[in-house]
């Protein structure tokens, strides 16, 4: 089975995106067949700075071996060094219906969020991101909740290519988990954590000490029992889905664990296991860190492999399409 996702190199990984899709990516590259790829011509769609943007680029690759990705066994590679990537997005644009982009959640809540910047990027992402995802003949992508709308997209652009132009991509399946697809802003559960708002989120090489201070200042309510409640209690359900991903342990039991206690304590235990959890990944990002070399060799080796596949899919797409 073909395993293919992305993360952009829009800033440092936080638990939402480590729970909801990277957690995922450290099972599936023990089973599957898996390509990772940093989304640098995503990020574009927000103005970067052009002199800090290949160092994050090269940290984000960092980050994700940091936090798990295994060289030997899936291949990583950043996006903007595959050419066919942009070559697909611009075909599958002849066959994207501008209304289908348009209502788009994230091109919504992003035109809003950036009201002076709204570019043509940002509702074409989702074409790019199908061009990500059927260039390498994917069979599944293990995302957030958030990416859903975007891979339903996926699926009909890729049923109309293979209707009008003869059957040349496989129709992939988005990989959502049941529990912490979405996990909530610490600041606020009713809004996802997110790289854009930096006060919601904890990041997976956060301090011990910044731990401890984002988990006992998380937002919950006024109630003192600790139960599963998103309606009710979203902030606690929220900390209960972020405990039941770190331990191992189902959501049931850490309530009955928590009967009769306080939020403060479901608190600062949480915050415990979360400084023992997160420091082998604060430890091998240090190590790489300083081995600059064997990072960018990885992303070599990801970027020839990467290569093959898109050109093999891209000489039929062109011949199915008519081009010279
Ligand atoms: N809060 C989240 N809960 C669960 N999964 C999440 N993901 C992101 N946030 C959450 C998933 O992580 C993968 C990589 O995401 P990304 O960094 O490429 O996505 P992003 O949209 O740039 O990151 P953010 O933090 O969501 O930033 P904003 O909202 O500012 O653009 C994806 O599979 C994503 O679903």
């Known amino acids: 089975m073909r395993i293919l996702s992305g993360i952009q190199p829009t800033g440092s990984i936080h638990i939402g995106a480590y729970i909801g899709a990277i957690s995922q990516w450290r099972e599936l590259q023990k089973a ?21 943007f290949p160092k994050q680029t090269l940290d984000t690759a960092i980050e994700l071996l940091a936090a798990g990705l295994d060289p030997e066994k899936c291949v990583i590679f950043i996006q903007s060094q595959i050419k066919e990537h942009a070559e697909l997005c611009w075909l599958l644009n002849t066959i994207t219906p501008i209304a289908e982009l348009e209502r788009m959640t994230q091109y919504k ?3 809003k969020q950036f009201r002076k910047n709204i570019n043509a990027g940002l509702l074409n992402y989702p074409v790019l991101q199908a061009a990500d995802i059927l260039l390498y003949q994917t069979e599944s992508v293990p995302v957030g909740k958030d990416q859903q709308q975007h891979l339903e997209l996926t699926k009909t652009i890729a049923r109309k290519f293979n209707q009008r132009y003869g059957e040349t991509f496989k129709v992939p399946e988005a990989l959502i988990l049941q529990e912490g697809a979405k996990i909530m802003a610490l600041s606020n559960p009713k809004k996802k954590m997110s790289k854009s708002d930096p006060q919601s989120c904890l990041y997976i090489f956060d301090e011990p000490d910044a731990i401890k201070k984002k988990i006992m200042s998380a937002v919950t309510d ?9 309606v009710k209690k979203p902030g606690i359900a929220n900390l209960l889905v972020i405990y039941s991903s770190f331990s191992g ?3 049931k039991e850490i309530e009955k664990q928590f009967g009769g206690k306080g939020y403060a304590d479901l608190k600062k235990q949480l915050a415990e296991l979360l ?3 997160l420091e082998p ?3 091998k990002k240090k190590e790489l860190l300083a081995r600059e070399i064997y990072v960018k060799e990885i992303l070599e080796r990801g970027r020839k492999r990467a290569e093959t596949i898109a050109q093999t899919t891209m000489e039929e797409v062109r011949k199915k399409m008519g081009l010279f």
């Open 109 to 111: 809540d992003k035109s």
């Open 281 to 283: 990944f604060r430890r």
């Open 249 to 251: 342990r189902p959501i």
């Open 275 to 277: 400084v023992i959890q």
């Open 32 to 52: 599957g067949e898996c390509i990772f790829f940093i989304a640098d011509l995503h990020a574009l769609t927000i103005p970067q700075e052009a002199k800090d």
């Open 222 to 230: 006024t109630g003192k029992t600790v139960k599963y409640d998103p």
